[in-house]
């Protein structure tokens, strides 16, 4: 099985030289046959390209740059249009997530023969690892958004997203930015709707930054998702 990696990046030089090596470790498990990491570098203010070059010279990923600062969404679709994978999964270059959990994600979709499967920061938890605002307005989008998919999800705003690789293909991701999450999450619903296709969600780890350690997300990109969600699902 072939596990492509989509990993947009912004200004992520202190974590980099961690979270790679975690990508690369995948390499290990049996599930996974072949790993393609495909990097994003979106006109990176700091060192962050420098460190990114090391790693494709040294043939253990695929690097792309953008000549001028694009957004999570543009990133994204960058990797996927380069992206070959059996399996295709979003990944942050940052600590917040574990790629250990991929595995995880990797074993449950192949069994179960899921097109699209969310891993889920708050599923099967008593507690929540966002603080209460976070969490109310993660919960909030969330559950806004499944009034429009028919979904029960309940972190529509996860990173870690994992579709088959034709699946994803289908799916024209036009937001910039973080606006990604609301929209993808509509069409994907839509397509394993209409395909009659799996769409699953599933327990993960969460290890949350703060905005003084490099968090990108902010109350704008909150009013953006409010408004991607009426537009997909009223209007497409």
């Known amino acids: 099985m072939k596990l492509s990696l989509l ?7 202190k974590t980099l030289d961690l979270i790679l090596p975690k990508m690369f470790e995948l390499e290990k498990s049996p599930l996974v046959d072949e790993l393609e ?3 994003v570098d979106d006109c990176s203010k700091d060192n962050s390209l420098n460190l990114l070059k ?5 043939g253990k990923i695929k690097l792309f740059c953008h000549e001028k600062n694009k957004g999570k969404g543009a990133g994204v679709r960058t990797a996927a249009a380069n992206s070959t994978g059996d ?3 979003f990944q942050d270059a940052d600590m917040e997530y574990d790629p250990q959990d991929l595995l995880k994600m990797l074993d449950f979709a192949i069994k179960n023969d899921t097109a699209v499967l969310y891993g889920s920061r708050f599923a099967g938890k008593s507690t929540s690892p966002l603080g209460k605002i976070h969490y109310l307005v993660n919960a909030g989008l969330t559950t806004f958004s499944n009034l429009f998919t028919g979904l029960t999800l309940t972190d529509m705003e996860t990173c870690y997203k994992m579709f088959k690789g034709e699946v994803l293909k289908e ?3 036009e937001e910039e930015r973080f606006g990604l999450e609301p929209e993808i999450t509509a069409k994907a619903a839509k397509l394993c709707a209409d395909k009659k296709l799996s769409f699953k969600e599933i327990p993960i780890n969460y290890n949350p930054r703060k905005s003084s350690d490099g ?3 902010g109350w704008k990109d909150g009013l953006r998702a409010i408004y ?9």
């Open 228 to 236: 991607i969600i009426l537009k997909y699902g009223l209007f497409e």
């Open 37 to 39: 990491i495909i990097a």
């Open 87 to 89: 399996y295709v999964v």
């Open 215 to 217: 968090k990108k997300i």
């Open 54 to 58: 090391k790693y494709e010279s040294a």
């Open 171 to 173: 799916i024209n991701i």
């Open 7 to 13: 990993v947009p990046v912004y200004n992520e030089e």
